[in-house]
């Protein structure tokens, strides 16, 4: 199962964008599903995640901005981005937590996308 991720971008400060991110195949089980990303630099970080029941968490530093969501159905998981700062400047990366059968856990990681915010 690979995971890719689209919508990356270069925005003005102030602006939006909305990334996506889809697994290639079904998957059995999906218990979590979440953004995170790495400035240069940096250490990886988590932006927000949704797991069983909707449940959302979110960096601090992204409450009120960014809103994460899912298409269970289509093993979807997105990321709005509004009032983008640059310090948003980072490689963003999804991951998505669950099973691939009854007895196989899966973590995986997609390859990431550039979101680029300029002042």
């Known amino acids: 199962v690979q995971l890719q991720a689209s919508g990356g971008g270069l925005v003005r400060a102030g602006g939006s964008l909305k990334v996506s991110c889809a697994t290639s195949?079904?998957?059995?089980?999906?218990?979590?599903m979440a953004w995170y990303r790495q400035a240069p630099g940096k250490q990886r970080e988590l932006v927000a995640g949704?797991?069983?029941?909707?449940?959302?968490n979110y960096a601090d530093s992204v409450k009120g901005r960014f809103s994460i969501s899912r298409n269970s159905a289509k093993n979807r998981v997105y990321l709005q981005m509004n009032s983008l700062k640059p310090e948003d400047t980072a490689v963003y990366y999804c991951?998505?937590?669950?099973?691939?059968?009854?007895?196989?856990?899966?973590?995986?990681w997609g390859k990431g996308t550039q979101v680029t915010v300029s002042s």
């Open positions: 949704i797991g069983d029941g909707s449940r959302t």
């Open positions: 195949e079904t998957i059995f089980s999906v218990k979590y």
């Open positions: 991951n998505v937590q669950g099973y691939s059968d009854p007895w196989t856990e899966l973590d995986i």
